[in-house]
């Protein structure tokens, strides 16, 4: 009789005490397969299908992108025949604070839409730079016809809306082009009030002054305080600043009754784009 099974009972005995007392966890294993390990993770589906509670949804494809640029601003221009030429309020060569409005009547401007850009104002010397510091710009309605040595008044019961703020620079290569201002918040003007144009700095980086281009206009057409930007006005008076207001442009569909797809595209088709991600 052969002892090599009570051998191999005894050598399985002892395996198992070790293993007890080292605190070795058995796991019973069959045909090589753990039946405590952790199912595989689903293979993934195609690009573009998505699936959730047993749904399968196709892919959608992207719209064609516009064959068109955004409109152009439409451009107003005040007083822009203006033959004089005058430093408020870029009188940096003289003075460290400014506050100054501007007038123009509703007839003068006949729009009404979004202000989205001011050109402050016509350069009138070439290659006069500086930069103006604090500086802030704001819009007004009014219904006053003539500026008043008063801010308040000339707001005429209206709120002045902050258009822009920050450090200003002024100042073109040419004469007679017009200093633009991307306005950082747009302007509802309603086409029926007069507008004020409001500008304040304190604060320059050089002692330059830079002149705009003036004409003269019926009433007081500017306010100005070269001291502070606190204080009521020194001085109100009939010089108008040469000034162009930029609206957003509003298409025109008038009149449109077909619209063209851009060249090359076609409709996509969606059973092939179905069975393109699950095939």
Avoid at 12 to 30: K, R, Y
Avoid at 34 to 63: F, Q
Avoid at 144 to 172: A, E, F, I, M, Q
Avoid at 244 to 270: K, M, Y
Wanted: proline share 8%.
């Amino acid at each position: 009789m052969s002892r090599r099974p009570y051998l191999a009972g005894v050598a399985i005995l002892v395996t198992l005490l070790l293993s007890s007392a080292l605190g070795v966890e058995w796991v019973e294993v069959v045909g090589g397969v753990d039946p405590n390990a952790a199912p595989p993770a689903p293979a993934a589906l195609p690009a573009g299908i998505v699936s959730s509670s047993g749904a399968i949804t196709p892919p959608i494809p992207p719209p064609p992108t516009p064959d068109f640029l955004p409109m152009p601003l439409d451009y107003i221009y005040l007083f822009d025949n203006g033959t004089g030429g005058n430093y408020i309020p870029w009188w940096g060569q003289s003075y460290y604070a400014m506050r100054f409005q501007a007038l123009y009547l509703a007839s003068e401007i006949n729009k009404a839409g979004s202000i989205a850009q001011i050109g402050l104002f016509k350069n009138y010397y070439a290659s006069y730079y500086n930069t103006f510091q604090n500086a802030s710009v704001k819009l007004c309605h009014t219904g006053v016809t003539s500026l008043t040595t008063n801010w308040n008044n000339n707001y005429d019961g209206h709120t002045p809306v902050w258009v822009w703020h920050g450090d200003l620079p002024r100042g073109c290569a040419s004469a007679g082009v017009y200093d633009t201002l991307d306005l950082t918040t747009n302007f509802s003007y309603n086409g029926t009030d007069n507008l004020i144009v409001e500008v304040l700095w304190s604060g320059r980086t050089a002692a330059v002054g830079v002149p705009s281009y003036t004409a003269s206009g019926s009433g007081n057409r500017r306010a100005y305080n070269y001291q502070d930007t606190t204080s009521n006005p020194l001085g109100a008076d009939a010089t108008a600043n040469s000034c162009r207001l930029g609206f957003l442009g509003v298409p025109n569909d008038v009149g449109v009754t077909q619209i063209t797809a851009p060249a090359g595209w076609t409709a996509p088709d969606l059973l092939d784009s179905f069975l393109g991600g699950i095939c």
